[in-house]
């Protein structure tokens, strides 16, 4: 397997500080120590991210993602990334690594050290899993209270709901709780009993021809993958909307997808223990579309 490409961002936001003397981005060694053990993103997860899928050379969704990670920052009180300097680290590491399937540019911005108002920031280009089972198959879901009401976001912005935040602990939680009940994934829920979206991943469903997934308003991610799928139902004749979703809604769906950037579309063919419907022809055509291989 080729070795990780490590891009070091040295003018990450802006405005930026012209009297460093440092390029604005260049080549590091992945295996040298770059970042300090006092990094607020090393000690208290006080980060964003993004990750953004690279197939033929392409990145489809590198817009998305850098308004994405602009919202992140600027939810965390970071200062603003400077798009230019990004998409330029973005393009470098995508041309200096080997050619694969699919590469997975990690984009990473910190608080940097307490104390110095100086942010520490990266993008890491690595071969992602093979997930092409999990599309064919499907995964096994279970559905976990995320312990906040639908409307967090507007009665306690402090929490951050809607933040691709380094702090994953509690994603990481939901998903090991997921494979002691013998699933594959979790699709989160509020407490007041609506579906939110997965630790890494959008919730899409379809019943009959809507294509429907919770709103950003419920306090979860923009989903990059979510917006390109909804493209591709619309061109097919299906009406798409963001909408409030029960779990009655989800067990009465016709077809249940978990999407994101790596891994695209991966139906879910159970949830707690319940057989689901799903739509392999529909998924095979939907994964074309994210992955770019309808242009053939």
């Not at 097919?236 to 769906?253: K, N, S």
């Not at 950037?261 to 994210?290: C, K, M, Y």
């Amino acid at each position: 397997m080729p070795s990780p490409v490590l891009v070091l961002v040295n003018s990450p936001v802006l405005p930026h500080d012209d009297s460093s003397s440092r390029p604005a981005i260049e080549i590091a060694d992945p295996t040298s120590p770059h970042v300090s053990v006092l990094d607020l993103g090393v000690t208290r997860g006080d980060g964003i991210f993004e990750t953004i899928m690279v197939t033929r050379g392409e990145a489809p969704a590198i817009d998305a993602h850098l308004a994405r990670f602009a919202s992140s920052a600027a939810l965390l009180d970071l200062p603003e990334p400077d798009p230019a300097v990004w998409r330029e680290a973005v393009a470098l590491a995508m041309s200096s690594h080997p050619t694969v399937d699919v590469l997975a540019v990690k984009l990473v911005l910190t608080r940097g050290m307490e104390g110095t108002g100086v942010p520490t920031a990266w993008a890491l280009a690595m071969p992602t899993k093979d997930f092409s089972a999990d599309r064919e198959t499907g995964i096994r879901v279970v559905a976990l209270d995320r312990g906040y009401r639908h409307d967090v976001a507007q009665t306690s912005p402090w929490l951050l709901q809607g933040a691709k935040t380094l702090s994953y602990a509690i994603n990481s939680a939901a998903l090991r709780e997921a494979g002691r009940r013998g699933a594959d994934d979790v699709i989160f829920t509020s407490s007041d009993g609506f579906v939110l979206e997965a630790p890494t991943a959008s919730v899409l469903l379809r019943h009959g021809d809507r294509i429907l997934t919770p709103p950003t308003e419920h306090g979860i991610l923009h989903g990059t993958t979510q917006r390109r799928a909804f493209e591709f139902f619309a061109a097919r004749g299906y009406v798409t909307r963001a909408l409030p979703v029960t779990r009655i809604d989800l067990e009465r769906a016709d077809a249940v997808w978990l999407a994101s950037s790596i891994r695209q579309a991966v139906p879910v063919v159970e949830l707690d223990g319940r057989p689901l419907q799903h739509d392999l022809e529909l998924t095979r055509a939907l994964n074309a579309h994210l992955s770019l291989r309808d242009r053939d």
